[in-house]
């Protein structure tokens, strides 16, 4: 799992983190269910860099909803 924190909440996550992420996450640290955590939100970009991948990816809205309520993290 790898979380990104943005000071800024307008500032989203982009294709080059996730793609960062996809070279390492396998290979080095032998992932099985790699997951991408943000305070903010993902661009479309990224969130098909993370399909191609099959990284899933968690934002703040599901975080929040997670946190607060207990509602289950839908990951694919």
């Not at 996730?18 to 661009?43: C, E, K, L, S, Y």
């Not at 703040?60 to 909803?65: D, F, G, N, P």
Request: proline share 5%.
């Amino acid at each position: 799992m790898q979380c990104k924190l943005r000071r800024v909440p307008s500032a989203a996550i982009g294709a080059p983190d996730v793609q960062a992420f996809n070279g390492t996450a396998r290979p080095d640290h032998d992932a099985t269910h790699p997951i991408m955590v943000t305070n903010t939100r993902f661009t479309v970009h990224a969130e098909k860099a993370a399909a191609r991948y099959g990284i899933a990816l968690v934002d703040s809205v599901e975080l929040r909803a997670w946190a607060t309520f207990g509602k289950r993290l839908e990951l694919t």
